[in-house]
């Protein structure tokens, strides 16, 4: 069961995913929606402390790859609001453009582009922290604190086979959901705009590296009959990529 909360939870001890924009997170919906158990989902709503214990979960992507991702979802997806207008922008002006400092960090109207600079920069830190892209230690110490596992895009299967163990999952296989065709590989983008999003995505790209290498240590950490477990996982799961 699945629910997706405006308000802060009233239950003890509640599960909670905070869905970040183009991690694969809707996977997460249709897996959470099919468990007895209930399970609640923050979509669109950022970390914040509760006055009751909480075991917060999330997936983080590669900043390079999802900044990219978030590019040609816009420009594939009808119903954007943006959609018309990047309709006319190249990929070297949507990186130049989320590259502009000048553009304050707050919200903007759905339909105002200055909103893909929130929408692309330093996302993950910003949802993490509690709205502040460049609040990187505060969105380390609540993941310290509050998130007993954050998987990674890149290691879908991996990730669900933690959160399977940490809390109790019912899987049989899974379909990536939202997935944005058409767009190129990272590889096949100029290193020259590649560097430009590392530069503007700086924040990111430190908290990705620290919860990768938090992520490996975890799977490190597993028995020899957890390994074979997750082998066999991996080879009965069929994934796609985003």
């Known amino acids: 069961m699945i629910i997706f909360e405006k308000e802060d939870m009233k239950e003890e001890q509640p599960i909670c995913l905070i869905h970040i924009p183009k991690t694969g997170g809707k996977t997460l919906w249709k897996i959470l929606k099919k468990q007895p158990e209930t399970y609640h989902v923050w979509h669109k709503k950022m970390f914040k402390n509760l006055d009751i214990p909480v075991s917060f979960f999330t997936m983080l992507r590669e900043p390079v790859d999802r900044v990219l991702s ?3 979802y816009i420009r594939s997806y009808e119903a954007d609001p943006l959609y018309d207008q990047l309709q ?23 339909r105002d582009l200055k909103s893909l600079r929130p929408r692309s920069v330093n996302l993950a830190t910003r949802y993490l922290s509690g709205g502040d892209p460049n609040a990187l230690k505060i969105a380390k110490k609540n993941i310290k604190k509050h998130f007993p596992i954050v998987g990674l895009t890149d290691m879908y ?15 049989s296989s899974i379909t990536i959901e939202n997935k944005t065709d058409n767009r190129p590989s990272t590889e096949a983008i100029s290193p020259d705009l590649i560097n430009k ?9 430190l908290l990705y590296e620290w919860a990768k290498k938090r992520f490996l240590n975890e799977m490190e950490s597993l028995s020899k009959l957890e390994r074979q477990e997750l ?6 799961t069929k994934t796609l990529s985003e």
């Open 70 to 72: 978030t590019y040609y």
């Open 88 to 110: 006319n922008i190249t990929l070297k002006e949507f990186v130049d453009y989320i590259g502009n400092e000048q553009i304050e960090n707050i919200r903007y109207k759905k």
């Open 157 to 171: 299967p991996e990730s669900l086979f933690l959160m399977k163990k940490k809390f109790n999952l019912q899987l």
């Open 197 to 205: 999003i590392k530069k503007t995505n700086h924040n990111d790209i």
């Open 231 to 236: 082998q066999n996982w991996i080879a009965k």
